[in-house]
């Protein structure tokens, strides 16, 4: 019954690879989200989708591209991987227009290990 | 450019007495305060929030303080229990991305508590 689920918990890959991330909520939210958690321990937006649409995007680099199939879905595609993207992605969902009430419900984040 | 800012990396407890987490920020049209506890591996989880236009929020053990004129907020915890042991995270957002959680954090707190 988990609410927002991220796969996988943990990747490992060399750098130029391609890999993704998936994630999933089951809280009938219509807003998701994609935030790093870096070294340094910060967690910053990096994107922002509402049914499918986009409507944050922070200054990341074109080599993140977030796909929305439908509003329960949110997943991140990395291109040429770089030492420098290895952090803690952490998936999350709300409900637009509320933020008071519905605050962000988090993943339980994914752990990328560029080599 | 840190525009939350919490400046004690760490803070150690005694079970049953009061913890108090500080958290400073910069930017004066921030108009929601929130507090998320995170477990190691798992995601930052909602406790508490305060809007700009109150001092003050209690939920149960968790009390949330908020002083404009200083730009600061903190988070107390009364009686500490053991199972409040984690990393606490103070996160910002203003206004202008409509109802969308675009949340400014802090590095994080993290909290101990022992016997």
């Known amino acids: 019954d988990t609410a927002v689920s991220q796969t996988p918990k943990y990747l490992v890959t060399q750098m130029g690879n391609d890999k993704s991330i998936k994630c999933e909520q089951n809280l009938g939210h219509d807003t998701m989200y994609w935030y790093k958690q870096d070294s340094k321990k910060f967690l910053k937006i990096m994107f922002s989708?509402?049914?499918?649409?986009?409507?944050i995007n922070e200054t990341v680099p074109n080599r993140f591209s977030p796909k929305s199939p439908d509003k329960a879905h949110l997943n991140l595609h990395i291109n040429s991987l770089e030492l420098g993207d290895s952090a803690v992605y952490f998936c999350?969902?709300?409900?637009?227009?509320?933020?008071?009430?519905?605050?962000?419900?988090f993943g339980n984040g994914t752990r990328l290990t560029v080599t | 450019d840190q525009q939350v800012k919490q400046n004690s990396p760490s803070l150690s407890v005694q079970e049953g007495r009061i913890s108090i987490l500080n958290c400073d920020y910069t930017?004066?049209?921030?108009?929601?305060f929130l507090w998320y506890k995170k477990y190691p591996a798992e995601g930052p989880t909602f406790l508490i929030s305060?809007?700009?236009?109150?001092d003050k929020n209690e939920d149960g053990r968790f009390t949330v303080f908020l002083n404009k004129s200083a730009k600061h907020l903190s988070l107390h915890i009364v009686p500490s229990q053991p199972g409040d042991s984690a990393v606490y995270f103070c996160?910002?957002?203003?206004?202008?991305?409509?109802?969308?959680?675009?949340?400014?954090f802090g590095a994080g707190t993290r909290l101990a508590v022992h016997p």
């Open positions: 930017n004066s049209m921030f108009d929601y």
């Open positions: 989708y509402n049914n499918k649409e986009l409507i």
């Open positions: 999350a969902s709300s409900q637009e227009g509320d933020r008071v009430n519905s605050p962000l419900h």
């Open positions: 305060i809007s700009s236009i109150k």
């Open positions: 996160a910002a957002s203003d206004g202008f991305s409509g109802g969308y959680n675009k949340l400014i």
